[in-house]
Each structure stands twice: as structure tokens, then as C-alpha cells.
């Protein structure tokens, strides 16, 4: 059986509620008997069971290309994924969620501009090979922004898996291409 998020949110929070007022009522009934603070200890740990199905994705060294203004915006969009993941999974507020989507867009969008802007100031040869890469991912997300539009919620299921796989693949790949071509030029100073 697939439950969704927004079930497994409810469930989360009709579970919580009643474990709150079980210690409640034991706490009045029996104050001395340990059933209320085992009850503590559980309503404690739901926070961190709920959150351990979240998947985040930490940044790890090997994503760095070396050029500090595109690490820095290739750690923002893992940052704006990781959100957009909490978003999805809780579930509880579609502003929330689209709001998260829309960041992660836009950010894209503009770190691609970006990085397009130092290939083209560097005449990198792969330029219009790594502008299609770009083009084709950004096809794609609008792609599911228009899926989300018409279906909500639940089409969204597989961007974030697509979008982390693609990233982490694109800036160990492509990514470290370009910055290898701007070493073997000898530029090691780069302005935003
Ligand atoms: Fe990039
Ligand atoms: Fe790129």
C-alpha cells in the first residue's frame, strides 16, 4: 500500500496528540508510576523518527571545483534541495512547498547564467556542448513545475532524486571539465 506524505503527516501528528495525552492523563492518574515519563521519553523521540526519513544531502569535499563563487552556489543549491526535500516530505503546506520548488528554480537558473558568463569570458570550447546540458536540465524542472501545477503534491515524488543525481553528477563532470580548461589556462583568480 503507498501512503502518502500528507498521510503519514496526519498520522505523525494524530500518534503525537495522543501519546501527549496519555502522559496527561497518566501523569494525573498514577504521578508516581514510570508509565508517564516512558510515555516523555517516546513524544520526545517523534521529532527525530519523523525526521530521520528525510533525506538531506550533505556536501562533501569532492564537490568542490576550486572556484569559490561556483562552490559556493553549487553548496546553495544542495542547501535549496535539501528544503525542498523537507517541503515535500512533510507535506503540510502547499505555500511551503511551493515556495521551496520556486527557489530551487531560480536559483538554478541563475547560477547557470553564471557559470555560462566565466565559460564564455574564458572562450571555453565546451561551451555550447555544457549550455545544452544546462538547457536540457532546465527543460526538465519546468517540466515538473508544470506537472506540479496541474497534479500537486504528489507528482513531485521523483524531483528530488533526479535533481541531486543530476547535480552531483553535472558539477563532478561537467563542471570540473571547464574549471580544468581554466587551470590549464592559468586563471586562478575568478570575479563573480
Ligand atoms: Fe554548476
Ligand atoms: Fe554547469
Redesign the pocket.
Known sequence: MIVNNRTKSVSFIIISTLILLSVILSFLTNPVSPTPWVLVIALCLMPLIRQSHIKQIKWSKEYN?GIEY?DQ??KK?LHLLNQFSIAYDYAQCEEFEREALEDLVSWTKY??KR?EKLMEDYRYPGLVAHKEE?QAMMEQVEEYVSIYNREGHDSLKQVTNLLTFW?IN??QE??TKYRNYLLELGADEFDS
Open positions: 571545483i561556483i552556489d553549487h543549491l547560477h547557470f557559470e544546462h547535480l553535472h558539477i561537467s563542471d
